[in-house]
């Protein structure tokens, strides 16, 4: 069995790598973390913000994503649900998009993701959910997580 989680910088993030690291320890499954960099591209370049400006906050998400991956990886490993595979991905569309395209090419059995239950949730992981679980290959868990941790 393959597992996917899911990781960003919010705080739902931990319940998800909690049900991760049971479900990965109990099944004897193969585990990876991942991390997505939204795009930023798509009509930027109609606005007046300098090609450096956007290049700052693309690597300032970039580094958000490598730190919610190597904090998820050091979670897991000290939980003995050591991560066979951690990674950033840069969306080319949509986050989900990401996700889906990943569990597709690993041949994932299950995508475990956290969510809260605010709305500033639904601009980024949170916003992604309904999209993952509709278009992707595998079951999908979805850990909802109180809005303050």
Do not use: F
């Not at 991905?89 to 994932?108: D, F, M, P, R, S």
């Not at 239950?117 to 079951?139: E, F």
Request: glycine share 8%; with cysteine.
């Amino acid at each position: 069995m393959k597992i996917v989680v899911v990781v960003d910088a919010s705080p739902y993030t931990a319940a998800a790598l909690a049900v991760a690291a049971e479900t990965a320890s109990s099944r004897r499954a193969e585990l990876d973390v991942v991390g997505v960099v939204p795009s930023i591209g798509g009509g930027m370049e109609d606005h007046e913000i300098s090609p450096t400006r956007i290049e700052r906050h693309l690597s300032g998400m970039q580094n958000l994503a490598a730190r919610a991956v190597d904090r998820a990886r050091a979670y897991l490993s000290g939980r003995g649900a050591t991560p066979s595979h951690a990674c950033t991905l840069q969306a080319a569309g949509t986050i989900a998009e990401a996700v889906v395209e990943y569990a597709c090419e690993e041949k994932a059995d299950l995508i475990i993701l956290g969510t809260g239950t605010d709305r500033s949730v639904r601009a980024g992981l949170g916003g992604a959910v309904a999209q993952i679980a509709r278009d992707s290959p595998c079951s999908v868990v979805v850990v909802k997580s109180a809005d303050r941790m």
